[in-house]
């Protein structure tokens, strides 16, 4: 029986997992190509902090080898972003020209980080952190400068700040709001993590209003300065302050989206033909920015995808952890609690996603035992 054509946009963690669990499902149903924009086969997003702390190796974080693709048959578009879908031909085209037709269609584009939109934000040093690149450009900023600011006391934030301050940098997280994570946790948490944090080298300038990065005499940015005139030297800037999801490619295809790809209950799209999957999707007006639910999504897609269509996806409770250790130290594990996130735009743009947010729950600090309430 010749086999229908299968072709993912995204090779990250969603798009991937589906292609996995589709594979356990129904091998030879498909033939399976897959872009992916970044020059790198699946990796693990969540790792990427344990790399940036130095305890771990990008060679470490690899889900899926060049091997593993060969050895599935899956095509691999590595380093190619596609840049038009054709539903009438269906057919997908690559920056580069590179096409594949389809029988059905996945997007799994995942999210693109929000940049403020500030004088000299395209700086060269500025960035976000998002991926192995960014990664890559911190651990080398790291080497040869002193001063990082990470704008975002959220997750992510957090995570970059303690590794870039465990690869020697003076590190300032600047936050908007009054207290850290606000969005998980209630003030006295809050506290108690910004303490321990401090108690690493990490400072804090809470309740600032970035208002310019500042160029220097090399051309790369210099310094940051804050709406009540403040001024703090910065070498390194990084951007953690929301995502959006990544609806350009779905957006140009005429594929409706409202703050994320509108999926139904079995990840269909508005187009039968054309499936979504992970961070680009909004699920019941829900977009997740979490592993879990994703890899949830991935298994109903799946089953839909083999023609078993009984899968239903119907939403997820999600809880995290952040990744934070000294070297050769006792790691600082901090619940955030659990809840199902909500899209919540924050107040500067209407699109962007802060961070998934979650019904509060009592945290615990494990790394001093006490108990946080
Ligand atoms: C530093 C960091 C730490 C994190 N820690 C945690 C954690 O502790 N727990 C947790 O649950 N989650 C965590 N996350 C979030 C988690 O990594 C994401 O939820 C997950 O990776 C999203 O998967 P995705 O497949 O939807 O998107 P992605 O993994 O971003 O994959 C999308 C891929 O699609 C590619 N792409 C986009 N457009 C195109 C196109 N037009 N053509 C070709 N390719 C395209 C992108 O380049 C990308 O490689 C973390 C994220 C980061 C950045």
């Known amino acids: 029986m ?12 969603a798009g991937i ?14 033939d399976i190509a897959v872009f992916g924009a970044e020059p790198h086969p699946n990796y693990n997003r969540i790792l990427l902090s344990p790399v940036l702390a130095g305890e771990m190796t990008i060679q470490d974080i690899i889900l899926n080898p060049l091997g593993w693709y060969s050895d599935n048959g899956v095509r691999l578009h590595v380093g190619k972003t596609v840049t038009k879908i054709d539903r009438t031909a269906r057919k997908v085209i690559a920056a580069d020209g590179t096409e594949e037709d389809y029988d059905r269609l996945l997007l799994a584009t995942g999210s693109t980080p929000f940049m403020l939109p500030v004088p000299g934000n395209d700086l060269p040093g500025v960035i976000s952190y998002r991926d192995i690149k960014d990664t890559d450009e911190m651990i080398a900023t790291a080497a040869t400068h002193k001063h990082a600011a990470v704008i975002g006391g959220g997750l992510l934030g957090l995570e970059a700040a303690n590794g870039l301050k465990l690869r020697g940098m003076d590190v300032t997280v600047v936050h908007l709001m009054p207290w850290l994570m606000e969005r998980q946790l209630d003030r006295a948490a809050a506290d108690m993590l910004k ?15 970035t208002e310019a990065l500042i160029r220097g005499e090399s051309g790369r940015v210099a310094a940051l300065r804050f709406k009540d005139g ?7 800037v990084v951007m953690a302050a929301g995502i959006r999801p990544n609806t350009a490619l779905a957006e140009s295809a005429r594929i409706y989206c409202n703050r994320g790809i509108v999926v139904n209950d079995t990840m269909q799209t508005y187009d039968p033909r054309i499936y979504a999957v992970g961070e680009c999707v909004a699920h019941r007006g829900i977009a997740y ?7 949830e999504q991935a298994k109903v897609c799946a089953n839909h995808l083999a023609n078993f269509g009984i899968a239903r ?10 990744k934070v250790r000294r070297h050769g130290r006792r790691r600082l594990v901090f619940p ?6 909500e899209h919540s735009p924050d107040s500067r743009s ?24």
Request: proline share 8%.
């Open 2 to 13: 010749k086999k229908q054509k299968l072709v993912v946009v995204g090779n990250g963690m």
């Open 17 to 30: 997992r589906a292609v996995e669990e589709l594979l356990k499902l129904a091998p030879d149903l498909y």
């Open 195 to 209: 303490t321990s944090l401090e108690a690493r080298g990490l400072k804090f300038l809470l309740e600032k209003q």
């Open 230 to 236: 403040l001024e703090i030297p910065a070498d390194l």
């Open 289 to 295: 920015g979490l592993v879990a639910p994703l890899f």
């Open 313 to 322: 996806y119907t939403g997820s409770v999600t809880s995290t952890k952040l």
């Open 336 to 341: 955030v609690g659990q809840g199902r996130p």
């Open 350 to 373: 209407p699109d962007v996603r802060p961070e998934p947010r979650r019904r509060r729950r009592p945290c615990r600090c494990v790394e001093s035992g006490h108990h946080v309430r």
